[in-house]
């Protein structure tokens, strides 16, 4: 008879497959991406020297790409999602053309490339409907509804949103529906619509408090409450506010815990309640310090800043809009940068140090574009 062919080995004794099964449920235990992709990386290299070591690489070349994304290298994911979705044409494997359509568009999103991620997503929503996967096309729709809003385009974000109610409702998915009203709300407050915008969270907060979700229940009185001091009714904004800040530290959701106590804030500074203010924005800070968010942390710091420059506490307030400027600048964040600016040569000017404000007007007019000007908030 003729001797079996062996099967390709990985270092440390395990077949390919055998090693991305491993590593597949090492992912879902919480491996940190780093000790996943010196693994990942072992395997792809037998799987290059031999195409047949491995019956589907592109799952390979897919968990790759989720890596580095996690890692924010995003050369390396686009790298490997792009040759993931080429597997896929190759193959003829539209569900792998949806998955890797989907990936890119998300990828594209997190670089800021808006129109491309757009692009994607549509090539996701296709696939999903030759695929008739109810599932898939409301994935594709939110992120189409996304990229819209990023965008500039609020109708069209709303209609994606409307079309994915249309499917949660089919596929019987409560709370997706209570996501949709949620995302619906935020896009018609955009819009202006406020009273609809109320309608909407409302239906939120009843589905989310009839599963017992509790952060979607501490989302939603977030989002009332944004709505509410939308229409200047402040006490009961802060209402809502502090019953999001009760849901949502019960069930440890930081992010709206920050979300809660910025708005919360804002409210205090229109009512000129700036020690308030100034004891909510800093606990925004803290909690995006522990979430390692720097978006969070500048807009904190900017709002330190201001609230403590309408107190004539200068020293206060530049250090605060030091720190967001130095953050806008770890982060390319243009409109930031110009904020800060302009926000520092304010202050500068109060403390009498017009050189160091003269160079921060400057280098804001340098900055400064006509899309960039409309969208940074100045101090008056």
């Given at each position: 008879p003729q001797p079996q062919p062996q099967p390709h080995r990985c270092p440390g004794g395990a077949t390919p497959e055998e090693m991305v099964a491993l590593v597949s449920a090492a992912n879902d235990a919480g491996l940190p991406p780093a000790q996943l992709v010196c693994v990942l990386e072992r395997i792809l290299t037998v799987v290059d020297n031999d195409n047949?070591?491995?019956?589907?690489?592109?799952s390979l070349h897919g968990m790759l790409g989720s890596c580095y994304s996690d890692l924010r290298l995003y050369d390396h994911a686009l790298w490997h999602c792009t040759r993931r979705m080429r597997l896929a044409e190759q193959a003829g494997d539209t569900e792998g053309l949806c998955i890797g359509h989907n990936k890119l568009g998300l990828l594209h999103e997190r670089l800021g490339q808006f129109d491309q991620a757009l692009e994607h997503h549509r090539k996701h929503l296709d696939a999903a409907l030759e695929l008739d996967d109810l599932g898939a096309q409301a994935r594709a729709r939110l992120n189409l509804a996304i990229v819209c809003e990023r965008l500039g385009k609020p109708k069209q974000a709303l209609q994606h949103h409307s079309l994915r109610l249309d499917l949660a409702v089919k596929l019987?998915?409560?709370?997706?529906?209570?996501?949709?009203?949620?995302?619906?709300?935020?896009?018609?407050?955009?819009?202006?619509?406020?009273?609809?915008?109320?309608?909407?969270?409302?239906?939120?907060?009843?589905?989310?408090?009839?599963?017992?979700?509790?952060?979607?229940?501490?989302?939603?009185?977030?989002?009332?409450?944004?709505?509410?001091?939308?229409?200047?009714?402040?006490?009961?904004?802060?209402?809502?506010?502090?019953?999001?800040?009760?849901?949502?530290?019960?069930?440890?959701?930081?992010?709206?815990?920050?979300r809660a106590h910025s708005s919360k804030g804002d409210v205090h500074d229109k009512l000129k309640q700036f020690d308030l203010a100034i004891e909510h924005h800093g606990k925004h800070l803290d909690v995006a310090v522990l979430l390692d968010d720097l978006e969070r942390q500048a807009s904190a710091h900017a709002r330190l800043g201001i609230a403590n420059l309408q107190l004539c506490r200068y020293e206060l307030a530049k250090d605060h809009l030091s720190q967001q400027l130095a953050i806008a600048l770890q982060r390319s964040d243009l409109p930031g940068q110009i904020a800060a600016r302009g926000n520092l040569g304010v202050v500068c000017q109060r403390l009498g140090q017009y050189e160091q404000a003269l160079r921060h007007l400057n280098a804001q007019l340098d900055l400064s574009?006509?899309?960039?000007?409309?969208?940074a908030p100045q101090c008056r």
């Open positions: 047949d070591a491995l019956d589907n690489p592109a019987g998915d409560r709370p997706m529906q209570g996501d949709c009203h949620s995302e619906m709300g935020i896009v018609c407050s955009a819009l202006g619509q406020h009273e609809r915008a109320l309608e909407h969270h409302a239906r939120h907060l009843a589905i989310a408090s009839a599963l017992g979700d509790m952060p979607g229940q501490g989302r939603a009185h977030c989002n009332l409450g944004n709505t509410c001091k939308n229409l200047r009714q402040y006490d009961l904004a802060l209402e809502h506010y502090a019953r999001c800040l009760s849901v949502a530290g019960a069930c440890n959701d930081l992010k709206t815990v920050a574009t006509t899309q960039a000007r409309d969208v």
